[in-house]
């Protein structure tokens, strides 16, 4: 088994202000996704990155960065944080990239809060 | 690009009736796989199920969905509904190259005693 661990676990941040939410994972899995979840809205994907020092862009790239300089490790970057935003952020991480039928496994999120 | 499709927002039944959740697909990619994630309140989602084959019932935990890639659709269903199954349900889909997953706008099941 594995854990993925999402720090901080509550974030709030000033209007303008540039945020990093940080995320750890000990399964040794390849790829690694930054989502962004809002009620309604379902999971929407930011980043994910398939191996060590690799991003790519998802549907909701704009606005933030990411890095990946482990592979155990996965940062996100809002760049500025736009007022009264309030939203919950998932990392996951799978295993071997290439696979259709792998289980996403999700950390306990970061509630980011923008005032 | 792939879209998963989840019409109902909210389901509100009584402990003890049938469950259906509706799923539906669109996506190039003739062999997709298609999941079904849970998350409880205040915990992260979780896979509940998963399929690729075409027409095979699949079952986990009292839940069973089917994959019809005739009418792109992959129902999650349940005979009896559990005060503990309530919960924020999310149908995904993964084709292609396999490393996007992308979800729909989740169901939340409410089941009263």
């Known amino acids: 088994g594995g854990i993925i661990t999402q720090t901080p676990k509550f974030l709030i941040g000033q209007e303008g202000q540039k945020l990093t939410l940080k995320c750890q994972q000990n399964f040794n899995h390849d790829t690694m996704y930054w989502y962004r979840q809002d009620s309604g809205k379902g999971l929407r994907l930011i980043y994910y990155?398939?191996?060590?020092?690799?991003?790519q862009k998802g549907d909701l790239s704009e606005g933030y960065d990411a890095s990946r300089e482990k592979k155990s490790s996965f940062s996100l970057t809002v760049t500025s944080a736009q007022k009264n935003e309030m939203a919950v952020f998932l990392c996951?991480?799978?295993?071997?990239?290439?696979?259709?039928?792998?289980?996403?496994?999700f950390g306990s999120g970061t509630r980011l809060t923008v005032l | 690009g792939d879209s998963v499709t989840q019409t109902e927002g909210l389901v509100t039944l009584t402990e003890g009736l049938p469950v259906m959740l509706n799923c539906t697909y669109q996506t190039i990619y003739s062999n997709p796989f298609l999941f079904w994630y849970v998350q409880h309140l205040n915990e992260s989602p979780r896979l509940l199920l998963k399929?690729?084959?075409?027409?095979k019932r699949t079952e986990h935990q009292g839940f069973h969905a089917t994959l019809h890639k005739s009418s792109s659709s992959f129902h999650l269903q349940k005979s009896s509904a559990q005060l503990s199954d309530s919960a924020l349900y999310y149908c995904a889909l993964s084709g292609g190259m396999g490393y996007k997953l992308t979800f729909g706008t989740g169901t939340s099941l409410l089941v009263d005693p």
């Open positions: 990155s398939i191996t060590e020092n690799d991003l």
């Open positions: 399929s690729f084959t075409d027409n």
């Open positions: 996951a991480s799978r295993r071997d990239w290439g696979t259709s039928a792998e289980t996403l496994y």
